[in-house]
């Protein structure tokens, strides 16, 4: 996990709350994704950023919002927690490019909706 | 979104025993990475591979890009119990630095 701090670590909420979960790093890489992990789903990309400002949506975004307004940062907001939003959320982080990208992750982020 | 197929689901092995494990895919990928998982953590990489026909070794574990492109091969050699966890393999298809991942093979090594 070095590099790379999320917030919170775990998290209870009720249902039509605003959640937000932060991503921090410290690698001044370029890409920064945010990805969730469910039992027989493996782990989904939900949505990523390869710049300031610059995100785009993943194969899950629905029900879901970021930003990424300096390098280190990147936030994701769940504007109104479903249960179906009940997993762990992983932030990962990759330097870009072709023929040396890698993803190294976050620690992870439990989020439960009651 | 892509689909990656990772078999098997899960191995029960005796330790000093040998693992194969595979990853497929319907379309092509330029970039392989495998990576473990232990309970409550996030996922360490294992071994990257970038070129097809690649294999590349990591200690006891080894890794293959197929030559068709939409494949990947992972093998621990010797298992030993703390080899024990879920084992991923994830694809870049180059479309954005957008990595797949396979649901994972859970892997538990009897001493």
């Known amino acids: 996990d070095a590099g790379i701090t999320q917030s919170p670590r775990h998290k209870v909420t009720e249902t039509g709350t605003p959640v937000t979960l932060r991503c921090h790093q410290t690698?001044?890489?370029?890409?920064m994704y945010w990805y969730r992990q469910d039992p027989g789903h493996g782990l989904r990309l939900i949505h990523y950023?390869?710049?300031?400002?610059?995100?785009d949506k993943g194969e899950v975004s629905d029900g879901y919002s970021v930003s990424r307004s300096k390098t280190e940062d990147f936030l994701l907001t769940l504007e109104s927690a479903t249960s179906s939003q009940t997993s762990v959320y992983f932030c990962?982080?990759?330097?870009?490019?072709?023929?040396?990208?890698?993803?190294?992750f976050g620690a992870g982020s439990r989020l439960t909706v009651l | 979104g892509q689909q990656l197929n990772q078999s098997p689901q899960s191995m029960f092995i005796q330790e000093g025993e040998d693992v194969s494990m595979n990853c497929t895919s319907s379309?092509?990928?330029?970039?392989w990475l495998w990576y473990k998982q232990d309970p409550g953590e996030g996922p360490v990489l294992l071994i990257a591979?970038?070129?097809?026909?690649e294999l590349t070794s990591n200690g006891r574990l080894t890794a293959q890009f197929g030559i068709t492109r939409k494949d990947s091969f992972l093998n621990i050699s010797a298992s030993i119990p703390s080899d024990v966890g879920i084992y991923f393999c994830?694809?870049?298809?180059?479309?954005?630095?957008?990595?797949?991942f396979g649901t994972g093979t859970s892997l538990t090594v009897i001493p």
């Open positions: 990962a982080i990759g330097a870009g490019g072709s023929g040396a990208n890698v993803l190294t």
């Open positions: 690698e001044n890489h370029r890409y």
């Open positions: 950023s390869y710049g300031v400002k610059d995100t």
């Open positions: 379309s092509i990928f330029n970039t």
């Open positions: 591979l970038y070129k097809a026909g």
């Open positions: 994830a694809g870049d298809p180059n479309t954005g630095n957008q990595f797949y």
